[in-house]
T-cell receptor, first 110, second 114 residues
Framework: RKEVEQDPGPFNVPEGATVAFNCTYS??????FFWYRQDCRKEPKLLMSVYSSGNEDGRFTAQLNRASQYISLLIRDSKLSDSATYLC???????????WGAGTKLIIKP | SAVISQKPSRDICQRGTSLTIQCQVD?????MFWYRQQPGQSLTLIATANQGSEATYESGFVIDKFPISRPNLTFSTLTVSNMSPEDSSIYLCSVETGLSTEAFFGQGTRLTVV
């Protein structure tokens, strides 16, 4: 079983729709969780951290379920500019080494 | 945050040769990492670059193939040695400042081995 698993893509979604990504992790002792965004031919950049209580940043909502070892990202009112690959990232302990999911490619269609 | 300059941005190399990739950070950082990202795949950690000591390599990666230097807290190099077409990939330098666990990346080096 992979340490971090994400929904396979690509997701083809019409502009304005709501889209949700899921991610599961294998290490129950994992400390920190993140969603990164990677545009085509660009480096990954932090989209948002994921907190235990869930957190929202504009159109983006991230949630963490420690019992099920599950992370989600919800994008509301999707824009063409949201087209990218979304990477689920887990920090399994305090040694700064991040474990990266394979990413889910999102394509927003006009 | 941290601003990272990674060079070269791309290169096409002959098999059997070596390429050294440089990563320069605008501030002193605790942790520096080198990743490989093959087309359509996620990031695979090659090694953690340790300042003043040998890098810590992940399973499947060895020092002879990917020698790494880190002479100070702002600079590191990764060499891809004796290249073969299988080494064609994007190589990314990443840092964590220690103030948070956010990872910052260089722009990547797109390597093609012919």
């Amino acid at each position: 079983r992979k340490e971090v698993e994400q929904d396979p893509g690509p997701f083809n979604v019409p502009e304005g729709a709501t889209v949700a990504f899921n991610c599961t992790y294998s290490n129950s002792a994992s400390q920190s969780f993140f969603w990164y965004r990677q545009d085509c031919r660009k480096e990954p950049k932090l989209l948002m951290s994921v907190y235990s209580s869930g957190n929202e940043d504009g159109r983006f909502t991230a949630q963490l379920n420690r019992a099920s070892q599950y992370i989600s990202l919800l994008i509301r009112d999707s824009k063409l500019s949201d087209s990218a690959t979304y990477l689920c990232v887990v920090n399994p302990d305090s040694n700064y080494q991040l474990i990266w999911g394979a990413g889910t490619k999102l394509i927003i269609k006009p | 945050s941290a601003v990272i300059s990674q060079k070269p941005s791309r290169d096409i190399c002959q098999r059997g040769t070596s390429l050294t990739i440089q990563c320069q950070v605008d501030s002193q950082v605790t942790m520096m990492f080198w990743y490989r990202q093959q087309p359509g795949q996620s990031l695979t950690l090659i090694a953690t670059a340790n300042q003043g000591s040998e890098a810590t390599y992940e399973s499947g990666f060895v020092i002879d193939k990917f020698p790494i230097s880190r002479p100070n807290l702002t600079f590191s190099t990764l060499t891809v040695s004796n290249m073969s077409p299988e080494d064609s990939s994007i190589y990314l330098c990443s840092v964590e400042t220690g103030l948070s666990t956010e990872a910052f990346f260089g722009q990547g080096t797109r390597l093609t081995v012919v």
